[in-house]
């Protein structure tokens, strides 16, 4: 899980822009012998095998699609301008490397993400005072462009995506830290729980899917398409860590209540039991600031039963971090559930 999840990083899949991450999931998902199909819109069902179709569906959702940004303007000088694909905070993206997919997707520019006052030898103070926002964020091509008339030679133009270089690294402690671990480390997660019912020949107790949703980070990620029959659906998604919170890098998190409200009593206290029963490393919190593939589907008015479960991640949709006992511990739990009869 912990080499999938450094994989599913490195492919570039700000929301909408998700084909490529998308493939990989279902190629990875056919090694074990699982058939996928893609809703209209573009997220990936797949079924696996087994399960007593007296009882209710159970779907385990994670989102492929991770921040980004498109080009909104390109300047006078050959700079660009961004907008935001996902909600982040402008001074999370300031340094960083990215790429820009230019004609049309077929072609890749690099580049980094400045701001329009970065050498500090010449605007000295200025860079500290200045306030970072969409006026002030702008992105250096690693092309020999002067001019607005340069850029487009490239063949670049308004309205191509993104990406940020996520710096994936794993260190020999066992931690990986990487942008867009919200939200690859749980389809990597999902990804592990398939592998290790097929691998063993244990079928889940109740009809099973995964739902890989493409559009989460912009609040429409599992409205539509949900596997038929699905009656719990757990959005698998990263557990959120820091001050006040329960949830850390080593453990699982299953959350009650984020900002959408609260998740279902009987699931979150079922899936809380599980946890106890099998001596699983698991926290009960509230997200602050958070919503999930479950508060979108219910939102969009499936009827269903919502959970969500995840690793704990540090510093989310900034510079993350997680440690691969947390990747296990949400396994864990996810087979143990999948394997419960009620
Ligand atoms: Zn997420």
């Not at 998902?29 to 007296?54: C, D, I, Y």
């Not at 699609?65 to 961004?82: H, N, P, Q, S, W």
Request: charge should be negative.
């Amino acid at each position: 899980m912990l080499q999938q999840t450094a994989a599913l990083c490195r492919i570039p899949s700000p929301t909408g822009f998700t084909h490529d991450a998308i493939d990989h999931v279902a190629t990875e998902l056919k090694r074990f012998g699982v058939p996928t199909q893609r809703t209209v819109k573009g997220a990936l069902v797949a079924a696996l095998p087994g399960g007593n179709p007296e009882l209710g569906g159970r779907t385990l959702s994670a989102h492929v699609d991770t921040l980004g940004a498109m080009v909104k303007e390109i300047k006078e000088d050959g700079r660009l301008k961004l907008t935001r694909v996902g909600g982040y905070v402008w001074a999370t993206i300031e340094g960083e490397y990215c790429t820009v997919h230019a004609n049309g997707g077929t072609s890749e520019v690099s580049g980094t993400i400045l701001t329009t006052k970065a050498s500090a030898h010449v605007h000295g103070s200025d860079l500290a005072k200045l306030k970072r926002n969409e006026r002030s964020i702008e992105v250096r091509l690693d092309e020999p462009v002067r001019n607005e008339g340069d850029v487009r030679a490239l063949g670049i133009e308004v309205g191509d995506f993104v990406s940020f270089d996520p710096r994936t690294t794993i260190t020999p402690s066992g931690f990986i830290k990487s942008r867009h671990l919200d939200d690859k480390a749980c389809v990597a997660i999902l990804l592990g729980v398939a592998q290790a019912l097929l691998t063993h020949d244990v079928a889940p107790a109740a009809p099973a899917a995964l739902f890989v949703s493409t559009f989460e980070e912009v609040g429409h990620g599992s409205s539509a398409g949900l596997p038929e029959g699905t009656t719990e659906l757990i959005a698998v998604d990263m557990a959120a860590v820091g001050k006040g919170q329960t949830s850390d890098e080593f453990a699982t998190t299953v959350c009650v209540k984020d900002s959408s409200g609260p998740y279902d009593f009987a699931l979150s206290r079922r899936l809380i039991a599980l946890a106890r029963a099998n001596d699983i490393d698991c926290r009960i919190d509230i997200y602050p600031d958070y919503a999930s593939d479950v508060s979108q589907a219910l939102r969009a008015g499936w009827d269903v039963r919502g959970g969500l479960v995840g690793p704990g991640v540090d510093a989310s949709h900034s510079f993350e971090r997680l440690h691969r006992t947390s990747l296990e511990e949400t396994a864990r739990l996810l087979l143990a559930y999948l394997m419960a009869p009620s």
